[in-house]
């Protein structure tokens, strides 16, 4: 016992002297500082300079925004301003009397601004740590002592409160004598003392009431709470005269009271009144003293405290106490932040949107959400929701500057609407606490009165509001969004929420009406509004693509049976045609979008009106006008674009448009290949040709597009399809559904069968793209065309001469002799018929093709018919053979004689 007194008293003994050598050295710093400071000063020629310039400074940082940091700070973090400039003035005034003024424009009055010297190690020893050391070493020592006075029973607990709140009453006395006997320097950062003995004094003072009421139990809850409070306020309140340090140090404690007296009546009034002078004393004192981080920290404070009042609501019912809390705090960061920070002119134009302002404002809307479910949807519920969201329109149209506030009102709106009715109770609500387990159970409350009558008050009311302030603030390109973007959203959630994917004509009727409202108001905005008007275009594209979304919300509501994408395809087309006899900026891209929308509707029901409707008729089906409208629509509105501008807009519909033609040639092939059955997978080579047909003549048809319309969409759509179609063939049509391997049917027919549709048409194709490839793609492309439609020729004769021998199936029986011989002849007449064609029309390719055809035959006359033919088939083979060889060679010799030829220059 008698070493940890000795320890003790050492420990204070020392905490003591440093703290007077602590204030000796500063005393003596300050002072020659000051010393300094005046011997530079007449120095200075132009006193009177120095004067008007210092009081310049002071009245500009004077009128400076609230919040726009330009105010100066210490190092330490404590503002002067009023001290600041005080030696200054005294030092000029003498200066004035000795000397007269002069214009010295090479030197530079002496501000606020000016670069601090720097400090030594040993300067920040004796200014700064000694000092927050001795501080402590108070705090400490005064802690220390009461434990001492406990364990020894020298005091018995009302004595030693009593002692606690002396000692910091005493602290907080030295500390204001200290500032106002010796005002702080601001251009010579270092410890603040008389903040260090303030902090150290409301510490002790803080730690004795909370002894009191838990240690001792010497006063109740309440008296604990308002003593707590009291201290914290007044703790915050000092940051006006001591600095930002004492600022934090009071917001903190002032949060954290509550959480340290325990109570067994929750009650949420108290902390609602609580929170409201928490706010304003935070919101007060940053005002004051112009600290951005404060009113931040403050509102960060606010806003967590409302949550907290909203749990307390949840469990004891006060929703009164929530929506006061919530009103108050809420006028409260307008004001803070928006009212008194900028001015209301609805008309200027904001240089920079003050994003966070705006976000705060919307953050402190949402804790009504809760009042929602606590209320169970009341009318006052409702109003107060209302209120809010109406005032956040309103402040976003008198003060541009935040006018981002009004997409929260709107998300304000719609978050309240969208959790009335919310499917929660499929949730298990075991696992969560009481209070989550109410708020959902409030959620899932199928029967909630007035829910239509709401959403259209929400509705009109933001819509409204929204479109006033389109009229007549700067700010018109949010609230414009804003007025179009709610109202939409209400009505789907109450038709979404009422009758799902169902004819529903109430709903289309007031999406219809809201559209002819929407179109009122581009009407109106187009016509008044002067081009040069801030915010003019995007306030009238909003309004007009909310026409263009109303119309289509109103299709969607009240069509089905596969109208629907057609007619959302003809608004599309019809948005596009608006634009162009009326240029709206933006507009294409919403009709485009519309177009999408038409095609998500069609990929949702890809049967258009179901497979069980659809029917088996071939070609005059739902299909033909599901599908092909939208193709014709995207068509139309491509064309009309390209008429009026080529843009990415443009191409994007020239995309789509090609695409939905190929699909719907696509989809009426699968219907009538498979017997109306949709869902089953295309494995047969009928209905693969006729794709693959689909994909040449769509390549070749956007190909003779392109060079009218010279599109990048159509250029590089055929050469993609094109190659697709290439591909189809050599992989499909050649090898895995050959009918000699694959035994499919070609039908009865020698010569109209399946192997004209699926070899001699796709070869003749592949001719006329290599042909007109030409000069319009690369040489790739047309040797890959010619080689495949030579290959498709073989293989069509081949079939053809298989087929007349065996049909309708190619894998059934063996070859006889005059089937072998029968290929021999067909591969040299074909051979010879496009060499003739390749000298008629100049073309080194079909010369080349035939080459190999010829070759061909001689290969199977002696690699196959020596062996595979006896007798008289034998000789006739190498007889014809031989003749057609030398006629070969004669026709050559005629050609390459002939005055004046030149076949083989001829090369394409």
């Not at 009505?491 to 999406?511: D, H, K, Q, T």
Request: glycine fraction near 10%; charged fraction near 10%.
């Amino acid at each position: 016992m008698a070493g940890f007194a000795f320890l003790l008293s050492c420990f204070l003994l020392i905490g003591s002297g440093l703290g007077i050598i602590t204030f000796t050295r500063a005393r003596r710093v300050e002072r020659r500082l000051r010393e300094m400071e005046a011997q530079l000063q007449q120095l200075i020629d132009g006193g009177d300079l120095l004067a008007d310039g210092a009081s310049a400074a002071s009245r500009e940082a004077s009128t400076t925004s609230a919040f726009d940091g330009s105010q100066p700070e210490q190092a330490h973090g404590r503002d002067a301003p009023e001290r600041s400039v005080a030696p200054l003035s005294k030092s000029s005034q003498g200066t004035k009397q000795k000397k007269p003024a002069r214009s010295t424009p090479e030197r530079k009055p002496l501000s606020a601004h000016t670069t601090p010297a720097r400090v030594s190690l040993e300067e920040r020893f004796g200014t700064r740590w000694v000092v927050w050391a001795g501080g402590l070493a108070l705090v400490l020592g005064g802690v220390f002592l009461v434990r001492y006075s406990i364990e020894a029973g020298l005091l018995t607990p009302p004595a030693r409160v009593l002692a606690g709140v002396l000692l910091g009453l005493a602290l907080l006395a030295g500390g204001e004598w200290l500032r106002r006997k010796y005002p702080d320097a601001p251009d010579r950062p270092r410890a603040y003392i008389p903040g260090v003995l303030t902090f150290a004094g409301t510490t002790t003072v803080f730690a004795s009431i909370f002894a009191a009421h838990v240690l001792y139990g010497l006063i109740g809850s309440v008296a604990a709470f308002l003593l707590l409070a009291c201290v914290a306020l007044l703790t915050l309140a000092a940051a006006i005269l001591h600095g930002p340090a004492i600022a934090s140090y009071g917001l903190i404690a002032s949060y954290v009271v509550p959480f340290l007296v325990q109570s067994d009546q929750a009650s949420a009034w108290p902390l609602a009144l609580y929170g409201i002078a928490v706010t304003c004393a935070a919101y007060t004192v940053a005002r004051l003293r112009l600290w951005r981080w404060l009113a931040f920290a403050g509102a960060t404070g606010a806003l967590l405290w409302g949550h907290l009042i909203a749990l307390a609501a949840i469990d004891t019912g006060m929703a009164g106490a929530l929506a006061a809390y919530d009103l108050v705090v809420f006028a409260l960061a307008a004001f803070v932040f928006v009212i008194s920070f900028s001015p209301r002119n609805a008309a200027q134009v904001p240089g920079r949107q003050d994003r966070a302002a705006a976000l705060i404002l919307f953050l402190h809307a949402g804790p009504l959400l809760y009042l929602l479910q606590i209320d169970h949807f009341s009318a006052l519920s409702v109003i107060m929701v209302a209120t809010v969201a109406i005032a956040l329109l309103l402040i976003a149209t008198e003060w541009p500057v935040v006018a981002v506030a009004a997409p929260g009102a709107g998300v304000l709106l719609i978050l309240g609407f969208l959790s009335w009715d919310v499917p929660l109770s499929t949730i298990d609500l075991q696992q969560y606490p009481v209070a989550a387990s109410r708020i959902a159970a409030a959620l899932a409350d199928p029967d909630a009165d007035g829910f239509v009558q709401v959403g259209l008050l929400f509705a009109f009311l933001s819509g409204g509001l929204s479109a006033w302030g389109a009229w007549r603030s700067a700010g018109r390109w949010a609230l414009a969004a804003t007025g179009v973007g709610t109202p939409l959203a209400l009505i789907g959630i109450g038709y979404f929420r009422l009758s799902p994917f169902e004819v529903n004509l109430m709903f289309s009727g007031i999406a219809l009406a809201l559209a002819a409202a929407f179109l009122c108001i581009t009407t109106v905005l187009d016509r008044n509004l002067r081009p040069a008007i801030f915010g003019r275009d995007a306030a009238v594209t909003a309004y007009a693509t909310g026409t263009v979304g109303a119309i289509a919300a109103a299709m969607a509501m009240a069509l089905q049976d596969g109208w629907l994408p057609v007619a959302l395809a003809l608004l599309a087309a019809g948005a596009v045609w608006v634009h162009c006899q009326r240029p709206l900026p933006k507009l294409p891209m919403v009709a485009f979008g519309v177009a999408l929308l038409s095609c998500a509707a069609i990929a949702h029901q890809p049967t258009i009106v179901g497979p069980d409707r659809l029917g088996t008729t071939p070609i005059m089906n739902a299909l033909l006008y599901g599908y092909g409208v939208p193709a014709l629509a995207f068509s139309f509105a491509a064309w009309r674009l390209a008429r009026h501008a080529r843009d990415r807009v443009q191409q994007l519909f020239e995309a789509l448009a090609l695409f939905l033609c190929l699909t719907t040639l696509a989809v009426l092939v699968h219907h009538a290949m498979n017997d109306g059955a949709m869902h089953t997978a295309p494995e047969t080579l009928a209905e693969w040709s006729l794709h693959s047909l689909v994909m040449l003549v769509g390549g070749i048809a956007a190909g003779r597009l392109d060079r009218v319309a010279h599109s990048s969409v159509l250029r590089h759509g055929s050469l993609g399809l094109s190659l697709a179609g290439f591909a189809t063939i050599a992989g499909l049509h050649l090898f895995v559904l050959n009918p000699l391997v694959s035994g499919e049917s070609i039908g009865e027919g020698a010569v109209l069968n399946l192997l004209l549709v699926a070899y001699l048409l796709p070869a003749l194709l592949c001719a006329a793209i290599a042909l007109w490839a030409g000069r319009h793609r690369p040489g790739w492309y047309r040797l890959v065309a010619g080689g495949l439609s030579g290959a498709l020729a073989f293989a069509w004769v081949s079939l053809e001469v298989r087929a007349v021998f065996h049909r309708p199936y190619l894998d059934a029986g063996g070859s006889g002799p005059l089937e072998l011989y029968s290929y021999s002849v067909a591969w040299l007449a074909l051979g010879i018929l496009l060499l003739l064609l390749g000298f008629r029309l100049r073309l080194r390719l079909l010369r080349l093709v035939s080459a190999a055809f010829v070759l061909a035959a001689v290969a199977k006359v002696f690699l196959v018919d020596m062996s595979g033919l006896d007798g008289v088939w034998r000789a006739l083979s190498f007889i014809g053979l031989g003749v057609a060889l030398i006629g070969i060679g004669l026709l050559y010799q005629r050609v390459l004689t002939k005055p004046g030829a030149e076949p083989f220059q001829s090369v394409r």
